[in-house]
Each structure stands twice: as structure tokens, then as C-alpha cells.
């Protein structure tokens, strides 16, 4: 017989390097997939070479700086073939994660236009599940590199390609414990010695002497404002960061007091209606509606600016609602401790309608904004509630299409009738009274079946009660079981069933219902057999159950299985080696980046593809297969030790 031909990397790489290159002048993949079809070697080795080839092309053209479409064109051409089989699925988002990787953000914006727009086509087979890691992967990497301040517009299409990527109720974009981001930290000055806030209130106080006129166009001549309502506004940002601090009753009452602060400020700090539409539309025309702050300005200069600013204020009670909602919602993740009491709850309902005051006085449009506000906050707690039954998904599996059933003749009555007195049975009207019914044709041998034999024999009841009974057995009064008054019940029920010494005068006087059942207990035993007589059945029935099983243990024996403890140890022998061994338990390169992209850690890695293994293979799962996939993949050593030789010589 002829050897079979061995296959020859490097110059299928090239082969395809070329045709790669002939593509992407012509546009078409055709030849490509011609090429492919043609060359000698098998489907893995070849898609194989093909994904290092098209890495390889791309690489090349990043080196010479061809341009973003150059790139995207490489990409779209291993997009199609991907399309086809010819290449992995997970191609594209390695070549995408090369580019991102390469080139400058100006650059990596104009190529996410193009992930950005293939996200029909990044939810289909085989690209979703061979590659929704890899592009998560590929976006964080990206957000990292990206200043949240300088390119808030290309953070934000990130994080919407991700909602419409993966579905709703993927675990990775969901905040399931309620965690808070306790990074964000609004720093403002909190030395007041040096405050600049007490300099320009005396000249204010110094500037008081002007005209009526001149007065009513300072809106900073409403309440004057100082350091101490300053430190008192900002302190409040520190509690929206991290509301549980609210649960603290020291820390509620510094809130509780600042709030109050704030919002009787907001209340005398009443804006103009006509001066705020003005100055929305002079924000339109200047195109300043785009206009971003990533943080507050905590600048003491501002505040009686800000305090003017509608839209500043809008901010601000919102997070008040916000707040409240959190303080009063029932989350599952939410410690048992963290509760309100009557006392905070009403402040946060006085609270809350006076932010809602606010919200309708502020202009422009202030009924229909805290209109919307309330319906958002109302929508909200639909999505808490959601989340507290653990997120489930959306989707719904669509009914099986089944042909219509064809309407049937209605029945007569008088046909049922007939059939059943053919069939010898009797409709009841209803099919399960019907089934029930005609379970046993004889109504009286139904009632005396001893299938419906539900009390207990005198010797099963009276058991422990004779044993304890019995002076050997030294058991005080009050443990006996005789002295339970449930027991007691029971009992009197049973003999009156079953025993005839119930019925049996006695001129005995007994004055507790234990006293009278241990007079009982005393008649029973001589007439029941004694427990002695019962414990030898046992013990012969025990030994004759040893010798059934020494038999079993003489007779030989199938392959053992493949238990949790095998597992455990030759996971962690294996480590990062376990992807030679995959190979040899029929795992394809699919399932194995599957298993990657499930966990980081090699431990956990190996586990996943023994547990996987051992449940598709079911009783076929033994520790000889393991032992054969060890010794194909060049670790005898593992199986060594982890099996040893005793185990290693049965299976042979």
C-alpha cells in the first residue's frame, strides 16, 4: 500500500495567500473556494492553514499602512468564507482584534462603522457561537483604551452594539448583586479655611446697596448663598454613590438634614420661564444640545450659577428620586438589614413630593418632564423585578406547527351509550371519572383491596414501645414513647381496630393514658413474638445477603467507571495540557474554544471537558477510555499517578 501523503503547511499557506490576494483584486471568493476544494489534505488542516493565511494577509497590510478599507475588505472576504465552512466562524473577530490591536482610535472608530453594521449578520451561525467571546472581548479592550470624557460618543456606540449583540438576559452585561459603582467620587473643597465663598459674600453684602431694578436681575439675591450650603449640596453626592450608606443612622440623619438644606434652597431659587426658554433655544442654534460633562464642576464660583440652571437642577432631583426608589425597593440581593424604618420611610414620601414639585416648576415643560420622570422610575420597577427572579429570558419557543384537525361529526348520545355497554364500561361524562371508574369493574373488591390497607400492624406500632417497656432495658418514664400524647391517640385508635383488649372489662382504676397503655403494652407482649425471634430472621436474612455479595465480588466485573474523585485529581494534573488530550476524546476545535471562552482558569477548563465527556458518554465513561486518551496524548505520567498501575492492569 502507498503512504499517504503528508501534508505540507507552509506551502498551502502560501497557496492560499495568493489566491487571498487574487480575491481581493476581483472581489470574489469564487477562486478561493475553488483553490480549496482542490488542495490535497484534510477539512481541519486546511481550514487551519486558511486562518493563519488570512491573519497573515492582514498583518501584512497593517505593516504597510494600506488603509482602512484594504483591511476591511480582507475581513469581509473571510466573513463570506467563514460563511461557507472554508474558515472558523471566530476568524473575522481575530482579524477585527488584530486591527484594533495595530492601528490608532481614529482609525479603529472608521472599522467599528463596520462591526457596527454586520450585527444581523454577527448573530447568525457560525459566527455567534463560536465568536460572541471574542467580540466581548474585542469591545472591552477597546472601552479600555478609550478616555470616558475625550470619546464619550465612540464609548457610547460600544456599549449599544453590546445591548443589541447579545440578548437581554445574558449574564455578562447584567448588574445581577446590585453592585454600586463606588469609584465615582465627586470631590469638591472641604477645607472651609479656605474657602473663597466668605471673600465674595462680603462683597456681595457691599454691592446690596443698588437699585429695585437692578436686583431683580440677580438671581444670586435670593437666599445668600455661602460655604456652608456648598459643602451641604456636594456632601449629597457622596450618598447617591452609595445609598446603603443611607441605612446608617448617624449617616441618614447628615443626609436627611442636607437634603432639607438643598431643596428648601431649590424652592427659593425660583427659575424664569422665560428667561430658561430663551436660553434653550440659544443652546439649539448653537448646536448645544451635544454638550457632555462627564462630572459635576465642583467649583465654588459656579454654584449660584448652577443653582439657576435648569437643566443642572433637573440632574439633581432625579438622583433624589432615584435614591428614594433604591431606599424603598425590595431587592433580592439587598442585605436582610438594609431596611427603612416608619420614620425615614415618611420623610423619603414628604421627600419625594416635594422633588416632584420642583420638577413641575422647573422650566421649560416642567409638567410633562416629571411626568416622564415618574413614568420611567414606575417602568423601572418592572425591571427590578425581573431581575429578582433571576432574569429570565424574553424569548419564548414558538408552538410546533401541527395540521389543523378536521372538525369531526358531532355524536349522538345514544351512540356513546352503545359503545360503552360493547366495551363494558361506564362513561362518566369526563375522561379521568371515567378512567377512575373503571379502574376495577367491582366496586366492593375496589374498597377491600389491600392495596387501600393503611393502618399499621399491632407488632410495627407497638415495637419500640414493648422494647422500652421491658425493665432490661432500663429507659426512664418520661423518654418512653408512651408518654407522648400523639402516640397515645394513635394507639387507642389502633386497638380499638385490632385488639380485643380494648373491649375487655377491667376493674383496674387508671388515672393516665400511659399508665393504661402500659398495662396493654404488658398483655401484648406475651401474645406478639419477641423482638429475639424477629432479630434472628434479621440477622440470617443479613448473612445471607454478605454471601450474595462476596459472590457478586468473586464474579468478574465490567470496567470501572470514571467517578467525581478521578475528576477532581486529573484536572489538576492536567492544567493547560488538558487541550492535548480533548482531541482524543473525539472533542472538535469548536467545543474546545467553547470551553475556553466559558472560564479563565485551566483547573476549571478541564473539569468542563471531563464532566462534558462523562455525560455524553453515560455508562460508556470509564476510566479505561481516559487511560487509552492519556497514553495517545503522551501523558502516561498523569495516568500513572492518578490511576495507578493496580487499575491500569485490571483494564487490560
Not at 494600506?66 to 461557507?84: F, H, Q, T, W
Not at 455578562?172 to 477645607?191: C, P, R
Not at 446697596?209 to 440677580?218: C, L, R, V, W
Not at 465513561?621 to 495507578?644: K, N, W, Y
Request: hydrophobic share 35%; net charge negative; glycine share 4%.
Amino acid at each position: 500500500m502507498m503512504a499517504a501523503a503528508v501534508f505540507d503547511f507552509s506551502a498551502t499557506r502560501k497557496a492560499f495567500e495568493a489566491e487571498i490576494h487574487e480575491a481581493e483584486r476581483v472581489s470574489s471568493m469564487t477562486l478561493l473556494q475553488e483553490r480549496f476544494m482542490k488542495l490535497s489534505g484534510s477539512e481541519t488542516e486546511k481550514k487551519s492553514t486558511l486562518d493563519q493565511a488570512f491573519r497573515d494577509v492582514l498583518k501584512d497590510h497593517i505593516v504597510k499602512e494600506s488603509g482602512c478599507d484594504v483591511y476591511l475588505s480582507v475581513i469581509s472576504l473571510a466573513v463570506d468564507c467563514a460563511k461557507e465552512g472554508l474558515c472558523l466562524g471566530m476568524i473575522p473577530f481575530l482579524m477585527l482584534d488584530d486591527v484594533f490591536s495595530s492601528v490608532t482610535l481614529d482609525v479603529c472608530e472608521r472599522v467599528f462603522k463596520f462591526v457596527e453594521d454586520g450585527v444581523s449578520i454577527w448573530k447568525k451561525e457560525p459566527y455567534y457561537t463560536g465568536g460572541k467571546n471574542y467580540l466581548l472581548r474585542m469591545c472591552n479592550d477597546l472601552l479600555r483604551r478609550l478616555s470616558r470624557s475625550q470619546n464619550t460618543v465612540f464609548c457610547g456606540r460600544i456599549q449599544l452594539f453590546l445591548a443589541r449583540l447579545f440578548p437581554l438576559e445574558e449574564k455578562s452585561g447584567l448588574n445581577l448583586q446590585s453592585h454600586f459603582n463606588l469609584e465615582n467620587v465627586t470631590s469638591y473643597n472641604l477645607k472651609g479655611d479656605d474657602s473663597t465663598m466668605r471673600s465674595e459674600d462680603r462683597d456681595r453684602d457691599e454691592s446690596m446697596e443698588m437699585e429695585e431694578g437692578e436686583m431683580s436681575d440677580s438671581h444670586s439675591s435670593f437666599t445668600p448663598i455661602d460655604y456652608n450650603l456648598y459643602r451641604k449640596f456636594w456632601s449629597i453626592q457622596d450618598f447617591f454613590r452609595n445609598p446603603n450608606q443611607c441605612y446608617k443612622k448617624d449617616l441618614w440623619k447628615s443626609f436627611a438634614s442636607n437634603s432639607d438644606e438643598v431643596l428648601k434652597c431649590f424652592e427659593s431659587h425660583k427659575l424664569d420661564d422665560v428667561q430658561a426658554s430663551k436660553k434653550k433655544k440659544e443652546m439649539l442654534a448653537g448646536d448645544g444640545g451635544n454638550v457632555y460633562f462627564a462630572k459635576y464642576l465642583t467649583s465654588e464660583k459656579l454654584l449660584d450659577l448652577q443653582l439657576a440652571d435648569s437643566n443642572f437642577r433637573r440632574y439633581v432631583l432625579v438622583q433624589f428620586l432615584i435614591l428614594f426608589q433604591y431606599l424603598n425597593a425590595q431587592v433580592k440581593f439587598k442585605a436582610p438589614n438594609l431596611v427603612v424604618t416608619d420614620e425615614q420611610a415618611l420623610w423619603i414620601k414628604n421627600a419625594t413630593d416635594i422633588v416632584y414639585k420642583l420638577l413641575r416648576e422647573t422650566p421649560p415643560d416642567g409638567d410633562q418632564f416629571a411626568k416622564m420622570v415618574q413614568h420611567t422610575l414606575e417602568r423601572e420597577e418592572n425591571w427590578i423585578t425581573w431581575k429578582n427572579k433571576g432574569c429570565p429570558t424574553y424569548d419564548r419557543e414558538r408552538p410546533k406547527t401541527e395540521t389543523p384537525l378536521k372538525k369531526s361529526r358531532k355524536r349522538a348520545m345514544g351512540e356513546d351509550i352503545k359503545e360503552a355497554e360493547d366495551s363494558k364500561r361506564v362513561n362518566m361524562g369526563s375522561a379521568e371519572l371515567t378512567k377512575l371508574w373503571n379502574l376495577c369493574p367491582d366496586n366492593m373488591e375496589a374498597c377491600s383491596n389491600a392495596e387501600r390497607e393503611f393502618l399499621p400492624s399491632l407488632e410495627e406500632f407497638f415495637e419500640e414501645a414493648i422494647e422500652q417497656s421491658d425493665p432490661e432495658a432500663m429507659v426512664e418514664d418520661e423518654y418512653k414513647v408512651v408518654q407522648n400524647p400523639n402516640f397515645g391517640f394513635r394507639a387507642l385508635r389502633l386497638l380499638a381496630c385490632r385488639s380485643p383488649h380494648f373491649f375487655q372489662p377491667t376493674n383496674n382504676q387508671f388515672k393516665t393514658l400511659p399508665s393504661y397503655l402500659e398495662n396493654i403494652l404488658s398483655k401484648l407482649a406475651k401474645e406478639l413474638p419477641s423482638p429475639s425471634e424477629e432479630l434472628k430472621t434479621d440477622t440470617d436474612m443479613a448473612e445471607n445477603e454478605e454471601l450474595l455479595d462476596e459472590k457478586k465480588a468473586d464474579s468478574p466485573q465490567g470496567p470501572p467507571p470514571l467517578t467525581q474523585e478521578h475528576i477532581d485529581i486529573l484536572a489538576e494534573k492536567l492544567g493547560a495540557d488538558w487541550k492535548k488530550m480533548a482531541p482524543h476524546l473525539d472533542f472538535k476545535g469548536a467545543e474546545i474554544t467553547a470551553i475556553e471562552g466559558d472560564s479563565n482558569e485551566m483547573n476549571t477548563q478541564a473539569t468542563q471537558l471531563l464532566v462534558t465527556w462523562q455525560d455524553r458518554e453515560g455508562p460508556r465513561a470509564t476510566v479505561d477510555i481516559i487511560i487509552a486518551a492519556l497514553e495517545d496524548a503522551g501523558m502516561q505520567e498523569i495516568s500513572d499517578v492518578v490511576f495507578g498501575e493496580g487499575e491500569e492492569s485490571s483494564s487490560s
